[in-house]
């Protein structure tokens, strides 16, 4: 089967980093996807590690390991308005996207 | 706003009714996706077409639900015989698939259906 599994809540200061993990479990999967969700509004399309290693985007980084199945995604400096759910989602060959049930950041002042 | 477009963005029906949402994608996008969601989860797959092709259909999907992509431009998604548990938000996606690594999907607002 294919799974993704990352932490329902976090909680951070304005200004702090925090760090999102996600194991998953799956044969197939080429690489690691994350996006963000607000309340109310569309997924968008943070990044991608089709490689090991590191990707950064300004104040986000992802990181994914897959000989530990295993990724994560680093918010720097973070603001208010980064409150919102994080999605680690698994891209097959097929470009078939399985996502994980995601993290609810919250950004305390 | 993303430019991809669903329509309607609400629907409340009663059970039993069918429905039919649409999906306009990114003009020049040849990948397209629909998604489930409900509160508190990730976007669960649907199906997914390359250009009107449509490529692969999840297993959780019972034979009610059945999308169409005409000439490869907008998708159809039909639920027929509607139950209380298919209440939730579907979502549509699109992408442009170049090459290997072209795995960003740019969303859709949604369309909320609400079963009574």
């Known amino acids: 089967g294919q799974s993704l599994e990352q932490p329902s809540e976090v909680t951070a200061v304005e200004g702090a980093i925090v760090q999102i993990n996600c194991t998953y479990q799956?044969?197939?999967?080429?690489?690691l996807s994350w996006y963000q969700q607000h309340d109310g509004g569309a997924p968008t399309f943070l990044s991608y590690?089709?490689?090991?290693g590191l990707e950064e985007t300004g104040r986000f980084s992802s990181f994914l390991s897959r000989s530990d199945s295993y990724g994560y995604l680093l918010l720097q400096e973070l603001q208010m308005k980064d409150s919102a759910s994080y999605f680690c989602?698994?891209?097959?060959?097929?470009?078939?996207?399985?996502f994980g049930a995601g993290t609810r950041l919250f950004v305390k002042a | 706003d993303t430019g991809v477009s669903q329509d309607p963005r609400h629907k409340i029906t009663k059970r039993g009714q069918n429905v039919t949402f649409r999906c306009d994608p990114i003009?020049?996008?040849?990948?397209l996706y629909w998604y489930r969601q409900t509160l508190g989860q990730g976007p669960e797959f649907l199906t997914y077409?390359?250009?009107?092709?449509?490529?692969?259909k999840s297993r959780l999907l019972s034979d009610r639900f059945s999308a169409e992509r005409p000439k490869g431009s907008f998708s159809t998604l039909e639920i027929q015989r509607t139950e209380q548990g298919d209440s939730a938000m579907y979502l549509c996606a699109s992408s442009l698939v170049r090459s290997t690594t072209d795995y960003e999907q740019y969303f859709g607002p949604g369309t909320r259906l609400t079963v009574t």
């Open positions: 590690n089709g490689l090991d």
């Open positions: 003009s020049e996008h040849n990948r």
């Open positions: 077409f390359q250009n009107e092709a449509q490529l692969e």
């Open positions: 799956t044969s197939g999967f080429y690489g």
């Open positions: 989602a698994g891209n097959t060959g097929g470009f078939k996207t399985i």
